[in-house]
């Protein structure tokens, strides 16, 4: 796709009608450096209240999943750029995995060895501080809690992964490295078909995505109604595929103004439907 979005206010008002989830990312599209604020928020909420099922695909560790999906008003949460699904389903958090535990453990010993190859090839970076918490990958730091890299040195990271037989996408913070066969788009296409009763084929167009960075590339490319927010143009020479829209504000203000688009035309606050249960 041509780096050319239309504005999020062309977004149709029968296409908003119709949607049947929002998928999105978490850092610098709900987050604005670093912080959830208000207005993010409360857009998560009049998501609910207009009958719009969220559910946030990020490359965050499950220990921030698990806290989401008990914790916000969001139908379920992908992390770990899909290795995983966590959702809150009769008062206790269900679990999906894309590999087992051993498989896991096998995977770690690998990572282990190229998280000590980056550090000594690349200066500056250092792993993530939320590191501990994950269950698949290896999240390197490039500009959250140490200065930011150059870009040479961030797709330097990227390559060492690379030459290992590891799966890496670069997201607004982190280089994440993974080994096994999934990533945002598999695992979303998965909670579509077993959460909420999708065809992610036959319903594509029924499926809004928000998001920002290079590693909601698979989802920019997949979904015809995907949105980024306006941050996304800081990473163009990263990007290869691009959302179908943009909005006008960056992070949050983004993310609210996509929630607003769509909210707008499925009638006022409320009406539209019920909130969904907490099963």
Known sequence: MAASPQP????????CRDFAALLCDLDDTLTTRGKLHERAFAALWEAQRA????????GRPAGWCDHIARMWPVHGVIGENGGLYFRQTGGKIERWYAYGAAERARFRARLDRIRDEILAAVPGC?????????EFDLAIDFCEDVPRLSEERILRIQEIFHAHGARARISSI????????????????RYLRDELGLD??????????????PNDEPMFAFFRNAAGVANIRALARFLKAWPAYIAENEGGEGFAEIVRTIAAHRGPVGAAAPDPPRD
């Open 8 to 15: 999020i206010r062309m977004l149709p008002a029968g296409v």
């Open 51 to 58: 009958g719009l099922p969220v559910v946030v695909v990020t």
């Open 126 to 134: 250092a792993v993530s501080a939320d590191q501990p918490y994950r």
């Open 200 to 213: 992610p084929d036959r319903d594509n167009a029924r499926v809004a995505f928000a998001g920002d960075s």
């Open 174 to 189: 982190h280089v994440n490295g993974w080994f096994g066969e999934f990533d945002k788009l598999s695992t979303a296409r």
